[in-house]
């Protein structure tokens, strides 16, 4: 039975293998629900590293839509949120899941389509916009995952006057995924979509698509932070947390985010009111 | 398509030390599950080859179909029991390498169960009468076979290793994909594939093929040395 127990060992070493890893101190670190536009648009991979350098916290983010990450965080399955949808954010600190919300960095929506532009929406305002896509049956692709980007999409069809109910067919797809999987969709099929122009500047696949109508204030995309109540989840590492945070805000955080940019241009622009 | 895939080749030169860190950690996730998957799937399946007991058949049927288990299935109900609102919540396990070992264990038990379960089989028809014959109880018969068709062991193995690395449902759901911590070479295509760089994508599944052409080849050599020194 020799081979057998070295067969034996050898899985015992290899289970050991991973029970070595928490034994390792680990240093102090936080789980942040996050959005994926900050997450596929490169911005925590610049701006982490400055952090860690100042406190030694690490700070491991979860991409998720905004909706996804606002229920982990429900769960009490992070220590922070950075998301974009304020109404949800509203709600979520209304229903006594965090004591506070406070505004980091914001950035805009840009309606994106093939260069054709089928719908002539080019340089148009946002209602007529979204009103000529309706009225023309081009395709459009649609995040349809809770995100704060398909929140802000459904309010845009509203706020265009457009009935979504009524006049969804075939043109519209509702792809359920985040933002880059929904334009690389949009790509291939030359869709309209809603983006937003962090995730856009830094997407590689653009085939035919470009920029058609930015909105300027009235596609603004806020972007805000909530530390989870501890009161709700004890887990909740309130310290590292807060500290996470209160660096966001502060303006080395605040520049930190100002200098990511890609080809030149700004991704997101700070928004932290001044304490 | 050619230009990406140009594009692919010259990344491959230059994919650096994230990518080396990423394949470690898919490859060491995997191959722990793969372990835990041998030493719980092989004395099972090798059990159920050589009992007999009422509603046999019945487990029989349901090992193999858990063989096709969806791992996005594995992952939501483990995230949904260690989450911090799930009853092995305190544990705080979720988005840690440690929870993509239990879901791909997971995983990977079944298969190896089924599979071994085939080979016990197969070998009992040879050696059972004799076995049965010296009175020896089933786990001891189970061990003699075990040991008998060790060989053909690893081939069960080896797929449950497949199943294992390939798969991205259930490490995505309970690791999370965290940059550094939790990021497994699937889960890194996936993200290069939404960020819309294709060639890296590409390129790191060209790594991934490559870890697993790796790790078959080292299992071949193993066995071949076995059988020689052992056989």
Redesign the interface.
Known sequence: MDVLRRSFLTLSLLAALDASSPLRAEPASIVVASTTSTEQSGLFKHILPLFKQKTGIEVKVVALGTGQALDAARRGDADVVLVHDRPAEDKFVAEGFAKGRQDVMYNDFVLIGPKDDPAGIRGKGVDEAFRKIAASKAPFVSRGDRSGTHSAELRSWKEAGVDLTAVRGDWYRDVGQGMGPALNTASSLGAYILADRGTWLSFKNRGDLTILVEGGKRLFNPYGVMLVNPDKHPSVKVKEGQAFIEWLVSPEGQKAIADYKINGEPLFFPSAKKG | MSQTLQETFSRLWTLDRDVLAIAWLSL??S??A???G??LGVPLGALIAVARFPGRNALVGLLNTFMGLPPVIVGLILYLAL????PL?AL?L?????AM?AAQAVLATPLVAALTRQVIADADAHLGEQLRSLRLSAPRRAGVL??DA?FSLFTAALAAFGRAISEIGAVLVVG????G??RTMTTAIS?E??????SLALALGAVLMGLVLAVNAAAALLRGH?VKA?G
């Open positions: 060491r996730v191959l722990t793969v372990g835990i041998l030493l989450s911090r609102s799930g919540g705080g979720l988005f840690t390498p440690t070992v075990i040991y060790r999370g994909n965290i940059d911590h939790t993200l594939t939404q960020k819309g760089d294709l076995a052992y």
